[in-house]
């Protein structure tokens, strides 16, 4: 619902009203009772996003969403199953340093 800004001709009471846009418009001047009222041309107000965000990628096609949910399904998501840090004989732990033999 819009705020529409009303000014009294009578008083020079100006207010703003929260109303339907199928309302119509008021006559009566809520401070001085003249039915003087005039609905005033407004700016208009921006638009208020609401919520957790909103993204481009909220509204993706279905199709679109499919693919993305294909790739990351075969990525391989850890170093076991082949990912960039998989050693070629299939262990992904790093190197041990050499221990150090006492010469005692």
Do not use: N, W
Not at 18 to 37: D, E, M, S, V
Not at 48 to 70: E, L
Not at 73 to 87: F, H, I, T, V
């Amino acid at each position: 619902m819009p705020t529409y800004e009303y000014l009294c001709r009578a008083c020079g009471h100006r207010f703003d009203q929260f109303q339907p846009i199928t309302a119509p418009a008021r006559r009566k001047c809520p401070h001085c009772g003249a039915l003087a009222l005039s609905r005033l041309i407004g700016s208009g107000a921006g638009v208020i996003f609401k919520g957790s965000g909103f993204y481009q990628t909220d509204y993706r096609s279905d199709s679109y969403r499919k693919a993305a949910q294909g790739e990351k399904s075969a990525e391989p998501s850890s170093p076991a199953q082949g990912g960039k840090d998989a050693k070629p004989d299939g262990s992904s732990k790093s190197p041990q340093p050499p221990k150090k033999e006492s010469s005692e």
